[in-house]
């Protein structure tokens, strides 16, 4: 905790993680870190409804649903295989786009399943922008949870669809699909560990595998290829992958959201994170428009004095600054309540700094968790710490003794919330010393 003094983000993930009693491990749900994407800006949305019929995907889920009229279907709600035969031919798709066809069709409520025969939906003629623009969220739904069974073919792609697609979003200029078979062979070496000879056959697989892949997404309205050669998002593929990328609680802002951000005072712009009113994709807009060392003046003055919520907020933003921020952050050394915090900021940029102290280390780590009290509200029913057992039970102690204000506050937290019955009486037990010290 102490050697990346500034980041809450393990502290406040531990504690949305362990919220809830853990269950088997296979109904354990699978944690995803929430990430920040750079800002977007998207297409007006009667444009984008304008574009969503002309998208091939589309287009032939609305004349399948014409072709088929009324039609018995499979025990499975797929069109019996003669009917499959005559719908590709007469389409021009083939067996494995067709399927994804249907399935759009179905989904989207172009076609409708009762009594064992498709028919099609009751959907009106003519959809508001609104209602066209949640067809297409659904339909971009249907495409991506494919991967899971098989969308592009490819193994390897459909196992790491969600993250190239995340990439490409990131690049608004485009991706060059070398470096995204480079990310994806890269990924799938650290998660599956799959040895050389493996590596070796997926090397030589993959570029075929992903120009194949790419050509589907396109299909489906999600990529294009830019002039330069590069695949980027289409603006459709920019309005449904943000979409998608907020349900899974990720940080993914539009250009006017964080616009907004960008001229508060540094006093206004601290508030706003502690409350959650913004989030840090708004920090580095706010960074552009002052110089570096005014910037970490300003904040640095409001840490000094603030809560510990408010030098968590302020530490998330002078994470961002890189040496040019030297000067004042090398002034914070003489705060009492900024010290220890600019002493380690400027050790991780390799500045020369004066060492902390194991009591420093202890202060920081109370600071930390204090300040997760001010930005996430309470503590969950559990809270557990990434820190071993006993070391965990050797910081508690010490805490009583580094003259931390938030001390108590924190002790009673970790007695109230930590699932570890020996953490627990360890905390209630410093926190007795602790009101013991304060009188």
């Avoid at 014409?66 to 007469?90: I, K, N």
């Avoid at 840090?280 to 640095?300: H, K, M, T, Y």
């Avoid at 001390?407 to 013991?436: C, F, I, N, Q």
């Amino acid at each position: 905790m102490a050697n990346n003094v500034f980041d809450l983000a393990e502290l406040r993930k531990l504690i949305d993680e362990q919220a809830a009693p853990p269950g088997p491990p296979e109904e354990t749900p699978v944690e995803h870190e929430a990430l920040t994407f750079p800002p977007v800006t998207l297409a007006d949305d009667a444009e984008l409804a304008r574009a969503v019929p002309q998208v091939p995907l589309v287009a032939d889920a609305v004349r399948l649903a014409g072709w088929t009229g009324t039609r018995p279907v499979t025990p499975e709600g797929l069109p019996t295989e003669a009917d499959a035969a005559a719908a590709a031919a007469e389409l021009g798709l083939g067996p494995s786009r067709l399927r994804l066809v249907w399935i759009v069709a179905v989904n989207t409520g172009l076609l409708q399943i009762l009594g064992g025969r498709a028919s099609r939906g009751p959907l009106p003629q003519r959809l508001t922008v609104e209602a066209t623009l949640e067809f297409w969220d659904g339909v971009v739904m249907d495409v991506l949870d494919r991967a899971d069974e098989g969308l592009t073919g490819s193994a390897v792609v459909d196992g790491h669809l969600a993250e190239m697609l995340a990439t490409i979003y990131s690049v608004r200029s485009g991706v060059a699909v070398a470096n995204l078979a480079r990310g994806i062979l890269q990924s799938h070496e650290v998660a599956c560990a799959p040895g050389e000879t493996g590596m070796r056959r997926m090397a030589a697989d993959l570029p075929g595998e992903l120009l194949q892949a790419l050509s589907l997404l396109a299909y489906c309205g999600v990529v294009e290829q830019t002039a330069a050669g590069r695949t980027a998002l289409t603006p459709l593929g920019v309005w449904a992958i943000r979409r998608d990328l907020l349900r899974e609680g990720h940080d993914a802002p539009t250009s006017a959201e964080v616009e907004v951000f960008a001229d508060l005072t540094a006093a206004d712009l601290v508030d706003a994170l502690v409350s959650g009113s913004a989030t840090q994709s708004a920090v580095a807009g706010w960074l552009e428009r002052r110089p570096p060392e005014e910037a970490a003046r300003e904040l640095i003055a409001i840490a000094a004095e603030g809560t510990a919520g408010r030098r968590g907020a302020v530490g998330a933003v002078l994470e961002e600054l890189g040496p040019e921020a030297e000067s004042p952050l090398r002034e914070a050394l003489d705060l009492p309540l900024m010290r220890r915090y600019a002493a380690s900021w400027l050790h991780i940029r390799d500045l020369d700094a004066p060492p902390l102290s194991p009591e420093d280390h202890t202060w920081i780590a109370v600071d930390s968790l204090a300040a997760l009290m001010h930005l996430s509200g309470h503590a969950a029913d559990r809270l557990d710490t990434p820190e071993p057992r006993e070391d965990l039970i050797r910081l508690v102690a010490e805490m009583p003794s580094v003259g931390h204000p938030d001390t108590v506050a924190v002790l009673d937290m970790l007695a109230r919330a930590h699932g570890d019955e020996a953490v627990v009486k360890a905390a209630r037990k410093a926190a007795m010393k602790a009101r013991s010290f304060a009188h």
